[in-house]
């Protein structure tokens, strides 16, 4: 954008982009960091009671400096406004009318209290990219239900799928699934918007429902049989649901073992000294394999117990299989694969001190991200960011990002 003050050294495919982020937890967060990463100005909006609630998840050095709010919010810049006050809410329009993207995750309802919907800001800046990040469609009878990572998981069928086939019922990923799922498509759908952008010269609203998203990425292969009118069978994909899909026991640990074209299979068992289950007709077909999943899945359980995980790790390393040791949380940060790309940063953050951060996992050639900032302090760049209203009005620029 013209006159648009530069951050440091700003680099990546987003470069020039503006995006105010009214969001919170994990989902908006999430995506506006993938924006921030990729180069755009992301100034964080935040209430000044407190901030984003994720700030006090714990551990944390300092409060409201939590280990998952520094994960989630690097190459951001804070201001915190209490938009219920006149002038504070002017600030944000000011930052509106100049913006390329706003994005949200509270529920529409309340957009529209504060005079935020879409409708009411393409009047200042036609060129806005407006997106909302919540629970449920506006367009279904669920529209402005609370929602949260839980409640998705459950609803959308993953929870069901995730104890399928074992004891205990249903339970949940031990991830934020919901929230990361759909924080990725906020920040693909405003990608395609900028781009779209371009050619009509015109912004537009894009709704981001977390349960749908979950319900189209869980059903890409749990749909199956249900895929077919008439049904072909029912719903889940079997090898997937398997009960002895999971990683196997060996004589001292667990190793993840995927053979899976038929030539794979095949070098396995001959490598196990099981060369007769190669030529087993329910395991050298694809089609009966995949109905037989249950009892090959069996087979390979009782087969590895009866070798050390580095014993097959040796065994199967030249075999074109794929095949890798159970790593935990703490392993990963010792992992010779990402130390060589250099993955994890040691870096000094203003307040918290020595921090480790992960790395930019996509990478462009020409234009790549770059870890600018790092998570900022509530209200942190208030100043700064009103100067540069300030100085935007004297220059007499509108929104004119890419």
Excluded at 110 to 121: H, I, N, P, T, V
Excluded at 204 to 219: D, G
Excluded at 382 to 401: A, D, F, L, P, W
């Amino acid at each position: 954008m013209q006159n648009r003050p530069k951050q440091a050294s700003p680099s990546g495919p987003l470069s020039g982009v503006l995006v105010l982020d009214l969001t919170t937890l994990a989902m908006g967060p999430y995506a506006t960091q993938i924006m921030g990463d990729m180069g755009a100005d992301v100034i964080k909006v935040e209430s000044p009671k407190g901030g984003d609630i994720f700030r006090h998840a714990e551990p944390h050095r300092n409060r409201g400096m939590g280990a998952a709010f520094l994960n989630l919010n690097r190459n951001k810049r804070s201001i915190a406004l209490d938009l219920k006050r006149d002038d504070e809410k002017r600030i944000l329009m000011d930052l509106i009318t100049e913006a390329d993207v706003f994005i949200y995750n509270v529920r529409p309802q309340a957009m529209r209290k504060l005079g935020l919907d879409y409708e009411s800001l393409r009047e200042c800046n036609p060129r806005l990219i407006y997106c909302g990040g919540y629970g449920f469609s506006e367009g279904g009878p669920y529209a402005g239900r609370p929602a949260y990572d839980d409640i998705i998981q459950g609803m959308s069928g993953l929870a069901s799928i995730q104890g399928k086939n074992r004891s205990g019922g249903p339970r949940y990923v031990n991830t934020l699934m919901a929230d990361k799922v759909a924080g990725l498509a906020v920040a693909y759908a405003v990608a395609m918007a900028l781009y779209e952008r371009e050619r009509s010269g015109l912004g537009q609203a894009i709704e981001v429902p977390m349960f749908e998203n979950l319900v189209s990425f869980l059903l890409a292969e749990h749909m199956a049989g249900e895929t077919f009118r008439p049904p072909v069978g029912g719903m889940g994909y079997d090898r997937v649901v398997s009960p002895d899909r999971k990683p196997y026991r060996t004589k001292d640990g667990y190793i993840g073992l995927m053979p899976y074209t038929t030539e794979q299979w095949g070098r396995f068992f001959t490598l196990a000294g099981r060369p007769e289950l190669a030529a087993d007709p329910r395991f050298a077909d694809p089609a009966l394999r995949s109905k037989h999943v249950g009892e090959l899945y069996g087979i390979l359980q009782r087969i590895l117990a009866t070798r050390s995980t580095d014993e097959w790790l040796e065994l199967l390393k030249d075999a074109d299989i794929p095949v890798s040791p159970i790593l935990s949380p703490e392993e990963l940060l010792r992992d010779p694969h990402l130390r060589a790309l250099d993955f994890f940063h040691d870096q000094s953050h203003p307040s918290e001190g020595e921090i480790r951060t992960t790395g930019i996992p996509v990478r462009f050639s020409r234009t790549p991200g770059k870890i600018r900032i790092l998570a900022p302090r509530l209200d942190e760049h208030r100043e700064e960011i009103i100067r540069e209203i300030g100085r935007r009005r004297r220059g007499g620029t509108g929104s004119g990002g890419v």
